[in-house]
């Protein structure tokens, strides 16, 4: 039986063409990735498929059978965000390493450039497909777990006339995250970061069963997570690590999002919940 392979991290642009030179390969390893067991059905999960000789990539369930006596005949993408599209896979995983490697985020239009695809409308459904896939399966955070929040977006004084709020008070758009240590991200945006709006964040994203709950001294913190165990520290008296108590990790977080934001046009995507590995 054939090893699964390791997922692939971080390539350079040389170890990626040098990686997945064709279509073949691209298909290789999505069918290694995806049934490192051996290939099963993506209606019914039937092991016994039988691959079409006459086309690579391609099985017959006869366990889920359509039209009787013929099977169900599927492939390598069924069932996938690839499948019923007109953009052969190696374009797909190009978009994804486009991605995945760029820092500051990269817009659909961008990809459309670089790809030369005849149309937006392609490439930021691709984009779409790409980022949905991309969020996990919402779990509550457990461990020790660190909470900040920040303020997205540009100041009104800043702003064309036409764009402006009106309410110095009301500048920037808030949001409020929580990261596991080396684990995931949870970010929302939030009308007005209050008290009650930080415990309902708290009560949606964070496990009660939390080893640490980390902040900042801000009031509204202390006042509300008493149910936690909780501890803080106060950068106001130069307080920024106290054993196992810091925000660093959250706050080194923050940068990244605002650079995605920046480098991003389509941000009606990244606002709205995010959640990625850290």
């Known amino acids: 039986m054939a090893r699964r392979p390791k997922p692939v991290h971080q390539m350079t642009e040389a170890q990626f063409e040098a990686r997945f030179v064709d279509e073949e390969a691209c298909a290789t390893y999505l069918v290694a990735r995806r049934w490192p067991e051996g290939v099963t059905c993506p209606r019914c999960g039937n092991p016994k498929v039988f691959p079409v000789g006459s086309m690579p990539f391609k099985w017959q369930c006869y366990q889920c059978e359509t039209v009787k006596g013929a099977g169900y005949r599927f492939s390598h993408i069924a069932g996938t965000i690839f499948e019923n599209t007109n953009k052969p896979l190696r374009d797909w995983f190009k978009v994804v390493h486009l991605m995945t490697i760029s820092k500051k985020g990269i817009s659909a239009l961008q990809i459309q450039r670089q790809m030369g695809f005849g149309s937006y409308g392609t490439a930021h459904s691709m984009c779409h497909k790409i980022r949905a896939a991309m ?21 009104d004084i800043n702003r064309h006339w036409h764009k402006k709020k009106g309410n110095s008070g009301d500048d920037k758009t808030p949001v409020i995250g929580a990261v596991q240590r080396k684990g995931n991200v949870v970010a929302r945006v939030l009308e007005k970061i209050t008290s009650q709006a930080v415990i309902d964040f708290v009560g949606e994203a964070v496990s009660n069963k939390v080893s640490l709950l980390a902040t900042d001294a801000w009031p509204g913190y202390s006042d509300y997570l008493g149910q936690y165990p909780h501890a803080s520290v106060d950068h106001h008296k130069r307080q920024y690590v106290v054993g196992a108590v810091h925000t660093n990790t959250i706050e080194g977080f923050w940068p990244i999002f605002k650079r995605v934001v920046v480098g991003n046009r389509a941000n009606a995507d990244i606002f709205g919940a995010v959640i990625c590995g850290c």
């Open 135 to 155: 969020v996990q399966p919402q779990e509550k955070l457990g461990g020790i777990v660190e909470i900040d929040e920040t303020y997205i977006g540009g100041k």
